[in-house]
């Protein structure tokens, strides 16, 4: 059984799209550097250009507000920082808001000293408490600066789609400045930069099937950057320095084209979904599915079954052919309790699984997935019968 | 003629060998975050070590010393910084010293402020002038911290070769650290940090043939670091925070193996650069060739012809069909004098043309350069003869 593998694990990492993989092929083949004036750099030029409007398309926005980055975490640490500029003046932002459920990327607060970045608070339902982000708001002393909130469009564990219109009119009354990390939201669910969706989205191509090294800051304008995290060139409008990774950002934009053709898809994954979890209620009635009470995307599963450590769960699936997850993948090897669900209030050494997919899995995957739970369930109730 | 093109600009961005893009493939068939466990995973994580041996063993280091970057700027802007630790306790680098022919992602000095970076000078030959580094290090203030030199260990445009051996005697004495730029240097001529090559270098992909997106510090020991640049998540270490691009390192990792065991082939490039330098001399008897008497990479001529700007040379050169460079390509599209012909004393609008070569160029490249040439010039000679 194992021979054969299910990979359920997307919102770590997508399979590489087959038409993301052909365009970087191609751009493989043109040594060039982008900045080059020949017409070999010239060609690589128009394949970043061509990138830039597809990936600008997935979000509605204008081609000349995407500054490409090597992936997410970048485009993190280069938006949150306190130094901005508007136009040629410098811009302080003075204190960092951002939820207690963010990705540790956000939370990390990028260039920020730790005692300005403060978090606010989630629903045990995983929603933003707009309550708790009005009152940081309406706390915020202006004095240092305008306010920076950061918050996901969708958790990367729970799936749970935060309200980011409402969050973005929050922040617009407070005078701050929102920036959402799309990362999860795009390619699954319609993402709109010009209709509330905040100042500036951070996009990664590796997690709508583009290949991993590229990413991108999305603004709704450029009179408001921040300062260069990377300095040293003039690439990217001078706003981010180095030579374009071309071969990435051309399967960026490949994947960002055909994922937003394929929203429509996202019907048959949801239904996939939720075959997994009537199975996971069916073999393991006790287990707890997380965030089933508010919006959530349409491919992610996270679920705890009692009495049972997800580090352990996660090898027992392995073993039996199926790659899925026990929190995030964002730091080296690490498996820990789940920040997300502490913040839901599930208590500090909350663990559970996550089952993501996307429009490449089968029902053979579901399948699989189905057995394994099957049988892991029918060991642990041995088990437990055992001890009793 | 221009149907056939002769790419001579390695030193902006070298072809992809062949040995990488097989690398590259087979680590995009695999989906997963190299920071996952399960078996795909762990799989992915595999092919980031085998590259992190392959590109210490490149430099004769300690693979747990290699940390993998975007790229050489993200590695010039994560080591050119005030704030370091020496294991948990700060460390502080006063002082920024670099040359003033360094490539702009050094000299834009990091992360340090402005007034922080200072250049010391290089001689008419293009080499460091060692009494001015000796100079501004004995000038330096230790009680604002240590003094930070960068320095490349070979020149982009000319190919000059620094004497990085005694730059690293003259820094370790005066107590400093010693930063060296080796991307134009390694896989050209043998770089070995543990025979005096200072504390760290900076490394690059694609200039050896490996693909744009990756790129490294390699440092002589881990026991002093700088702070990560990117934070938000435990990779590498916790030195770069952010998902491995594990196609574009194994990638890296594969043209470091080669390249290496290429470094004999360097003698061909040898002879056909000097080839190259005879078909200069033959159709530009006035043609001045620059670094000519310090030593220089075997793969790097950079030439002036008198009266002629390299911008209005290089587009003729490209209409016939071959690519070479004026200056370097380090921001968008920019063409404008040189800053190392400056630096090296040749005045502020001093232009050059650069030819860069490596082992997959052939004859006919050099065939087809000297024939451009030999029409360039020819075309000149009659312009001038008409105009006098």
Not at 8 to 33: E, G, I, K, V, W
Request: aromatic content about 4%; proline content about 4%.
């Amino acid at each position: 059984m194992a021979d054969e593998r299910s990979y359920l694990d997307h919102n770590a990492s997508a399979p590489l799209r087959a038409c993301a993989r052909t365009a970087m092929l191609s751009a493989l083949d043109n040594a060039a550097n982008a900045s080059s004036v020949h017409a070999e750099g010239r060609a690589v030029r128009r394949l970043v250009e061509r990138a830039r409007r597809e990936v600008a398309t997935l979000v509605d926005a204008a081609a000349e507000h995407v500054v490409f980055t090597s992936g997410a975490t970048e485009a993190a640490n280069m938006l949150l920082t306190p130094d901005w500029r508007m136009g040629r003046a410098p811009l302080t932002m003075g204190r960092l808001y951002v939820s207690a459920a963010d990705h540790p990327c956000m939370l990390s607060g990028g260039r920020f000293a730790g005692e300005a970045v403060e978090t606010f608070a989630v629903r045990s339902d995983g929603l933003v408490d707009l309550d708790a982000l009005a009152a940081v708001l309406a706390a915020h002393d202006g004095s240092t600066g305008l306010a920076l909130v950061a918050v996901h469009a969708a958790n990367n564990e729970t799936g749970v789609i935060q309200p980011v219109g409402e969050i973005a009119r929050l922040v617009k009354d407070a005078g701050g400045v929102l920036v959402v990390d799309a990362v999860q939201a795009v390619g699954r669910i319609p993402v709109d930069i010009a209709e509330g969706w905040g100042d500036f989205l951070i996009l990664s191509s590796h997690k709508l099937g583009g290949p991993k090294g590229a990413g991108a800051i999305v603004g709704r304008s450029d009179l408001m950057m921040p300062a260069p995290l990377m300095s040293g060139g003039g690439q990217e409008k001078g706003h981010r320095a180095g030579t374009e990774n071309v071969a990435a950002i051309a399967g960026f934009g490949a994947a960002a084209a055909e994922s937003l053709s394929e929203l429509e898809n996202m019907t048959t994954v949801r239904q996939m979904r939720d075959d997994i979890e009537a199975a996971i209620r069916h073999s393991a009635p006790d287990a707890i599915i997380h965030g089933t009470t508010a919006p959530r995307l349409p491919n992610t599963s996270f679920f705890s079954l009692p009495e049972s450590k997800a580090e352990t769960l996660q090898i027992a699936f392995d073993l039996q052919g199926v790659a899925l997850s026990a929190g995030s993948a964002c730091s080296s090897g690490k498996v820990g309790p789940s920040h997300v669900l502490k913040a839901m209030g599930q208590g500090e050494e909350a663990t559970a699984l996550r089952v993501s997919i996307g429009t490449v899995t089968t029902q053979d995957d579901v399948v699989r997935f189905r057995r394994a739970l099957a049988e892991i369930a029918d060991r642990q109730a041995r088990k437990r019968s055992r001890a009793a």
